[in-house]
Antibody, heavy 116, light 110 residues
């Protein structure tokens, strides 16, 4: 059974850092693009970043460029999102998704709260 | 302000049909596949329609998708109370080199 499990969320002060992880199982992780999508409280979905199967291509939404870094470890079947210089507006549930164009499978999300 | 435009809400009675529109531009909908996602309250999004009009395994044929030019439409027939959810369209924007979603449409089954 396919599964994506996010972890690493929590409360962080403005300007701080956090690293999210997404553990994949039940499918051939190395064969898929992977994405991060976030949802601020009471708001809609916002695509954050994606990464190619071998990590050679990465794309980001403008609002996180230079602050967030997406990466993956195919041997560990894991996806990561390193988030630096966090702002209040980064507060959201962060979902990882298998990106087979479309995003055909999603994790349950991890909540990131940026507040002093 | 979302790149793709959806109506904030739609409503219809049980058993009726509803459509949800998604408007974009040539850099996104016009030249890329559109997907639709259903998000039930308190849950993660779920793929409903891929590649404009394809239903993944397990999605009932009450759900349909179409695309024309720079707009796409999700149709739901035989509405059930369990269909009450937020619905999002999504695609790739070739100019932005980024994924984009609509703002979401809340479906109420009266």
């Amino acid at each position: 059974e396919e599964q994506l499990v996010e972890s690493g969320g929590g409360l962080v002060q403005p300007g701080g850092s956090l690293r999210l992880s997404c553990a994949a199982s039940g499918f051939t992780f190395r064969s898929y693009w992977m994405s991060w999508v976030r949802q601020a409280p009471g708001k809609g979905l916002e695509w954050v970043a994606n990464i190619k199967q071998d990590g050679s291509e990465k794309y980001y939404v403008d609002s996180v460029k230079g602050r967030f870094t997406i990466s993956r470890d195919n041997a560990k079947k894991s996806l990561y999102l390193q988030m630096n210089s966090l702002r209040a507006e980064d507060t959201a549930v962060y979902y990882c998704a298998r990106d087979g164009t479309p995003m055909d499978f999603w994790g349950q999300g991890t909540l990131v709260t940026v507040s002093s | 302000q979302s790149v793709l435009t959806q109506p904030p809400s739609v409503s219809a009675a049980p058993g009726q049909k509803v459509t949800i529109s998604c408007s974009g531009s040539s850099s996104n909908i016009g030249n890329n596949y559109v997907s639709w996602y259903q998000q039930l309250p308190g849950t993660a999004p779920k793929l409903l329609i891929s590649q404009n009009n394809k239903r993944p395994s397990g999605i009932p044929d009450r759900f349909s998708g179409s695309k024309s030019g720079t707009s796409a439409t999700l149709g739901i027939t035989g509405l059930q109370t369990g269909d009450e959810a937020d619905y999002y369209c999504g695609t790739w924007d070739s100019s932005l080199s980024a994924g984009v979603f609509g703002g979401g449409t809340k479906l109420t089954v009266l």
